[in-house]
């Protein structure tokens, strides 16, 4: 009985600590993720630099485009030819 009360408790802590981990790491993918927005700004901005963002359509297909950032905001990003992609359907930017 005291084991299976060990096992059960030693789960709990386990599935908490994957929880947690799995919202820390999610958050220092969101952190990155805005790090890279700011850079490609930057690029856009001074250099005139397209970058290549791969994101989410409203369909849920996976979708890349080439282009300029003109801004990142809260919840958006603006492209050169003024399309807006909402920050949380970005995946990626190179």
Known sequence: MLLNKTLSSMKRVESTTSTISRQLASEVDEQLLRHDLKRSVMLGS????????????????????????????????????????????VRRVI
């Open 46 to 89: 001074l250099y005139n630099e397209p970058v290549i963002i791969h994101y989410l359509d409203k369909w849920g297909r996976r979708q890349k485009v080439e282009d300029v950032v003109l801004s990142a905001t809260e919840r958006y990003v603006t492209l050169k030819g003024g399309t807006f992609i909402p920050i949380d359907n």
